[in-house]
Nanobody, 115 residues
């Protein structure tokens, strides 16, 4: 069973930067897309960014121009670079990989933006 492991979360001041990583525990074949979601406490999970197998990224309006999603398909790894963070970016961030064999989720990494 493939496991996704996120890292890079933590406490950051408003205006600061953070880079999240998510790595698969084994090779994942025929990946359709890699995505980052987030879930603030007491709120619904929302899609933050998607990168397709061809490398095309899309972003939620709330993070456009501040966050960058990238990937290393050969290593089953997806990244989320977060710049100019705001307090409203505080949430538990999850990675998600969809492939021909199914969908995989990470356990989540907490990002807290506070001064």
């Amino acid at each position: 069973q493939v496991q996704l492991v996120e890292s890079g979360g933590g406490l950051v001041q408003p205006g600061g930067s953070l880079k999240l990583s998510c790595a698969g525990s084994e090779r994942i074949f025929s990946i359709y897309s890699m995505r980052w979601f987030r879930q603030p406490t007491g709120k619904q999970r929302e899609l933050v960014a998607t990168i397709t197998n061809s490398g095309s990224p899309t972003y939620a309006d709330s993070v456009k121009g501040r966050f960058t999603i990238s990937k290393d398909s050969g290593k089953q790894t997806v990244y989320l670079e977060m710049n100019s963070v705001k307090t409203e970016d505080t949430a538990l961030y999850y990675c998600n990989i969809r492939s021909v064999r199914g969908e995989y989720w990470g356990q989540g990494t907490q990002v807290t933006v506070s001064s």
